[in-house]
């Protein structure tokens, strides 16, 4: 099993930047599919990126490319979300999860708010 803990979210302006990590647990992690989604209130979660086991390839929703980087750094157990030029549809909750074969794994969230 994989228990995960994000952070890193909070409020900012447009235009502004954050990071969000996610720290998980496990020995197996470098094993996972790490992905970030978010859920924006009244509406249902959606995918923003996800990174294979070892970082070469990366996928991004349309709604974010170019704005935000995902990466993983497998030795401290911890994938990272860089949001640049940051919008205030991008406000929601951001959730990481870590996906292997049939395991699927979330953890608690943590709020990205944008001011306009």
């Known amino acids: 099993q994989v228990k995960m803990v994000e952070s890193g979210g909070g409020l900012v302006q447009t235009g502004d930047s954050l990071r969000l990590s996610c720290a998980a647990s496990g020995r197996t992690f470098s094993s996972y599919v790490m992905g970030w989604f978010r859920q924006a209130p009244g509406k249902e979660r959606e995918f923003v990126a996800s990174i294979n086991w070892s970082g070469a390839m990366t996928y991004y929703a349309d709604s974010v490319k170019g704005r935000f980087t995902i990466s993983r750094d497998n030795a401290k157990n911890t994938v990272y979300l860089q949001m640049n030029s940051l919008k205030p549809e991008d406000t929601a909750v951001y959730y990481c999860?870590?996906?292997?074969?049939?395991?699927?794994?979330w953890g608690q969230g943590t709020q990205v708010t944008v001011s306009s």
């Open positions: 999860n870590a996906r292997l074969a049939k395991n699927n794994y």
